[in-house]
């Protein structure tokens, strides 16, 4: 089993409502990321980051925003929540170096739903 | 541009029989090859790679995976079906040219319903 913890895996919070989804590793990887994954299952890549201070957007435009303070600990907030941002959120890292062949280990998931 | 494809949305097998979950992609090189299973309300697990070297791939609950590259597949197969396989299957791909970026490409998914 992956170390990679996610916290809330469920939360129902109303609209203006400011969220943070915690992600914690605690495998040392250099590499974390964070997937919406839409109820029609497709995943989309809105954030990643390389190493600790560095973070950048995904693929998918995201109103939320992240930090990496710590090579452990990659959050996720959102400043005021709307019910667009219903999904699931998942947390995932992987090693780096040559050696290592990227595979991704995923926290559980975070089910959002904003009223 | 690069991609992966997994044509079928959902894949209905009987109890007992073989299943294959479909994945093509478009990615030059050598690429990895990665397939990942979510049951639901849960994250994704991965299940088996193909890096290098053999085609044929095995991985965790008894699945496998053929590598192809003329035809730029990597089909997930099961010999035999089980109920509790039934769960959503992901194939991802990792471009590893130089400059490549590290992020992996995921296909759309496709749900394995396996009746009993």
């Known amino acids: 089993e992956a170390d990679i913890y996610q916290t809330p895996r469920y939360l129902v919070i109303g609209t203006g409502k400011k969220i943070t989804l915690e992600c914690s590793q605690t495998m040392g990887h250099d590499k974390m990321y964070w997937y919406q994954q839409d109820p029609g299952m497709e995943l989309h890549l809105i954030h990643y980051s390389y190493g600790v201070n560095s973070t950048e957007k995904g693929d998918l435009s995201s109103e939320s925003t992240v930090s990496r303070i710590r090579t452990e600990h990659f959050p996720l907030t959102l400043e005021s929540a709307r019910p667009s941002h219903t999904s699931q959120y998942l947390c995932?890292?992987?090693?780096?170096?040559?050696?290592?062949?990227?595979?991704?280990?995923f926290g559980e998931g975070s089910r959002l739903t904003v009223l | 541009a690069q991609s992966v494809a997994q044509p079928e949305d959902q894949v209905n097998v009987a109890e007992g029989n073989p299943l294959t979950v479909k994945c093509t992609y478009s990615?030059?090189?050598?690429?990895?090859l990665f397939w990942y299973v979510q049951y639901p309300n849960r994250g994704l697990q991965f299940l088996l790679k193909y890096i290098t070297g053999d085609n044929l791939v095995k991985g965790s609950y008894g699945f496998e995976a053929e590598f192809n590259k003329s035809q730029t597949s990597f089909h997930l197969k099961k010999p035999s079906a089980l109920v509790s396989d039934s769960a959503l299957y992901f194939c991802a791909v990792r471009d590893t040219r130089q400059g490549a970026t590290n992020k992996l490409i995921f296909g759309t998914g496709t749900l394995l319903a396996v009746q009993p």
């Open positions: 990615v030059s090189g050598n690429p990895y």
């Open positions: 995932a890292s992987s090693a780096s170096g040559r050696s290592r062949t990227g595979e991704l280990f």
